[in-house]
Nanobody, 128 residues
């Protein structure tokens, strides 16, 4: 049974840091890509970052490049999103999802539809 569970969201001040976790079960991280997306009220879901199954290659959106880092611990079945230098515009509900494309050396954050299963999300709020 596929399951993804996000955690680590919180309220922080601008410039602060958070580390989100996505614990997965029912598949292995060295085979399937996992992506982080976010959705702010009144906006569409936006791709933030993803990590490929084969090779663990990362992709970032322009809005977070240089501030966020995605990583994974295959043994712990967990994907992380380290978020530094947070800005108010990073405020959103953050979701992780799995792309059911096995052994791909690349991943995409351009199409949320590529991801077949999602977690419930974790809230990140950045404000003074």
């Amino acid at each position: 049974q596929l399951q993804l569970t996000e955690s680590g969201g919180d309220a922080v001040q601008p410039g602060g840091s958070l580390r989100l976790s996505c614990a997965v079960s029912g598949f292995t991280l060295d085979i399937y890509p996992v992506g982080w997306f976010r959705q702010a009220p009144g906006k569409e879901r936006e791709g933030v970052s993803c990590i490929s199954g084969r090779g663990g290659n990362a992709v970032y959106s322009d809005s977070v490049k240089g501030r966020f880092t995605i990583s994974r611990d295959i043994a712990k079945n967990t994907v992380y999103l380290q978020m530094n230098s947070l800005k108010p515009e990073d405020t959103a509900l953050y979701y992780c999802g799995v792309d059911w494309t096995p052994y791909a050396p690349v991943c995409t954050i351009r199409r949320a539809a590529a991801y077949v299963h999602w977690g419930q999300g974790t809230q990140v709020t950045v404000s003074v």
